[in-house]
């Protein structure tokens, strides 16, 4: 049975950058490490999800996001939790919507039902550390 695990953040502010809140993510504790590879979302992908998969530097991918964020596209990027490999691929775009699939190795209680919490506590205390406020926390779940 698959199990399909989604957290959908809503933030307000006077400016919705979402490279200014990856960046807030990323220096959280949260790394671009998907198997040894960076997952991204390629410039000009125009909502395919076509993901791309490199061996490129950490530098190199901020550089390709920072592009998209200049353009104005959504940003999509695989990130996990410090040395954990627990994390999933993280889409955040202009309006202020931050989606998180919960995809790598997804934390759970019992039942096989996600460990919400564990995510919550690792994203939100940083978004709150620049000047955004949140104003919706979903998460969705479907076995």
Do not use: C
């Not at 530097?57 to 954990?84: A, F, P, Q, Y």
């Amino acid at each position: 049975m698959s199990i399909s695990s989604g957290l959908y953040v809503k933030i307000v502010s006077n400016d919705n950058s979402p490279m200014e809140i990856l960046e807030l993510i990323y220096q959280a504790g949260w790394n671009f490490n998907d198997h040894g590879l960076k997952a991204y979302l390629p410039i000009h992908d125009n909502d395919d999800f076509n993901w791309n998969f490199d061996a490129i530097s950490d530098e190199e991918l901020l550089l390709i996001l920072n592009h998209k964020n200049s353009l104005r596209e959504m940003l999509g990027v695989v990130l996990t939790w410090r040395d954990s490999n627990i994390g999933g691929e993280f889409l955040l775009d202009f309006e202020g919507g931050i989606t998180v699939s919960l995809s790598i190795n997804r934390q759970i209680l019992l039942e096989n039902i996600t460990n919400v919490n564990w995510y919550l506590e690792r994203i939100i205390p940083f978004i709150k550390l620049g000047d955004f406020e949140i104003e919706n926390i979903r998460f969705e779940e479907y076995f």
